[in-house]
């Protein structure tokens, strides 16, 4: 068997730091315009792009990601089962909370920053229908083509009076290499992050007790039988049922 000099390569980034999230993952500044080139995921069923699903609206964890997507047992994805089926308007606003959203993610060189390498953009939704439909666009195609692709021009803007930022990209108009240097093209190809050595899942357990210390926050503190008041992402204040545990969560949807 011989030597892979890519894993080679991939181990040493490991060992360096290089490889890690603070490191690798880009994203583009407000009120700036920048220039990238997408590069597209090997080995990926032909998709240029990846996609992860996390659950962002429990405790103060910034997003959970969910094992079901890997067919691996989900205490999450149990807990909302259990809340659509009991049918209530109050376990289906619960549940609602806890449904995982999508991000994608693709590996991009940044203009003007070559010198940092392939990093990771992720993106949500809007922005992934939108490269999606350049790919589609008979003038642009296979954006992420290392001869003869397009880079694509990345702006973020906040309006006034908004929560979020929107993030808008087109295409410039005419095609480029990656790079005039053939050799560094073929080195960027080869040093594309292993998106699975930047997130892992947390076992059964972790995420049982994650999601029991949620549903029993603040119980300890209160004063009366007023219900918890819920707090999602963007923070509209719906209130929830708090339950002890998954269990009593479970047991008491089964005595309904």
């Known amino acids: 068997m011989g030597i892979d000099i890519n894993a080679i390569r991939k181990k040493l980034a ?5 490889n890690n999230r603070t490191n690798v993952m880009w994203r583009p500044q407000e009120g700036e315009e920048t220039t990238i080139r997408i590069l597209a995921f090997p080995n990926n069923d032909g998709q240029p792009f990846k996609e992860l699903y996390f659950y962002y609206n429990i405790g103060n964890n910034p997003g959970l990601l969910a094992p079901y997507q890997y067919q691996k047992p989900d205490p999450i994805q149990e807990l909302i089962s259990k809340l659509r089926e009991d049918g209530s308007k109050e376990s289906y606003e619960m549940a609602k909370k806890l449904y995982p959203k999508m991000r994608c993610y693709a590996p991009v060189i940044v203009r003007g920053e070559e010198d940092k390498g392939v990093r990771i953009w992720a993106f949500g939704k809007t922005v992934y229908q939108s490269l999606l439909n350049i790919m589609l666009d008979e003038d642009y195609g296979d954006i992420t083509d290392p001869e003869e692709g397009f880079d694509i021009k990345v702006t973020c ?9 929107t993030t808008e990209v087109r295409p410039r108009p005419r095609p480029t290499a990656l790079s005039k240097n053939s050799a560094k093209s073929k080195q960027w190809l080869n040093e594309i992050p292993d998106i699975s050595e930047l997130y892992s899942c947390k076992s059964y357990d ?3 007790k994650i999601v029991n210390d949620w549903l029993n926050d603040g119980d300890e503190d209160a004063v009366d039988d007023t ?3 819920g707090t999602s992402r963007g923070g509209d204040g719906t209130t929830s049922k708090s339950y002890k545990s998954l269990n009593d969560a479970f047991s008491e949807l089964e005595d309904l």
């Not at 803007?157 to 930022?165: E, M, S, V």
């Open 14 to 18: 490991q060992i360096s730091g290089k």
């Open 157 to 165: 803007t906040k309006a006034p009076g908004r929560q979020w930022a």
């Open 206 to 208: 972790e995420l049982s």
């Open 227 to 229: 219900p918890s008041t």
